[in-house]
């Protein structure tokens, strides 16, 4: 049972900010928000993870609506080299800490 | 660190043979994943580990599939016998504890069976 719903593939102008939506209607109150992406043939990457409380670190920025259904990761200043699959996922603590990959967005920055 | 380190990169093999996959988890983890990618069904979780004890092995797809944790370091995924359709990339990922912390992943093992 899928927690998130992301749109299947987005495109993005090198340069300009690149927003990623998420949208996790069923997020229990102590689930987190975590992004990842992966890079053709090579292992998922962390990028960031948050509560409630927006987030930024030197990858990108996540922000979390007040009610916590929704999210979006924004890369302030797209490269070709951050084309590649993102993937929003719900995770629990302790003995729900699953990291459950769906589909993902596949993003493609365009020169 | 060098992060997680998996072995072999590339495994080509017959019907039939067994199959070894080998994970080094970063040093002073202590939860370790193991995932299989394909282009059907996405990055699927086949079982985890916490302090060397599986907790969730749902995700094996069958008895072929067997994984161990000899030591808190290193795992392996074993696939005894291999079938075609056991062609992927396996990744394993490490992390420190069960809260909120963040999965190194390794560099996947690309799994060709013929």
């Known amino acids: 049972d899928a927690k998130t719903t992301q749109p299947p593939s987005m495109d993005c102008a090198e340069g300009r900010a690149a927003n990623l939506p998420c949208n996790h209607s069923?997020?229990?109150?102590?689930?987190?928000v975590y992004w990842y992406r992966q890079i053709h043939s090579q292992g998922p990457q962390y990028i960031i993870h948050?509560?409630?409380n927006n987030e930024t670190n030197e990858m990108a920025s996540l922000i979390i609506t007040e009610d916590r259904k929704s999210s979006t990761l924004i890369l302030p200043h797209a490269t070709l080299r951050d084309t590649a699959v993102y993937y929003c996922?719900?995770?629990?603590?302790?003995?729900?800490?699953?990291?459950?990959f769906g589909a993902g967005t596949t993003v493609t920055v365009r020169a | 660190d060098a992060g997680v380190i998996q072995s072999p990169r590339h495994e080509v093999t017959e019907m039939g043979q067994e199959v070894t996959l080998r994970c080094k988890l970063i040093?002073?983890?202590?939860?370790l994943f193991w995932y299989r990618q394909t282009m059907m069904r996405g990055l699927e979780l086949l079982i985890y580990?916490?302090?060397?004890?599986?907790?969730?092995d749902s995700g094996m797809p069958e008895d072929r599939f067997s994984a161990k944790m000899p030591n808190a370091s290193f795992s392996t995924l074993k696939i005894q016998p291999s079938e075609p359709r056991d062609s992927a990339v396996y990744f394993c990922a490490s992390s420190l504890g069960t809260g909120v912390t963040e999965a190194f992943f390794g560099q996947g093992t690309r799994l060709t069976v013929v």
């Open positions: 948050g509560l409630k």
């Open positions: 580990f916490n302090n060397n004890v599986p907790i969730d």
């Open positions: 996922i719900v995770r629990g603590r302790g003995s729900d800490y699953k990291l459950s």
């Open positions: 069923t997020i229990s109150g102590n689930e987190y």
């Open positions: 040093s002073g983890h202590n939860s």
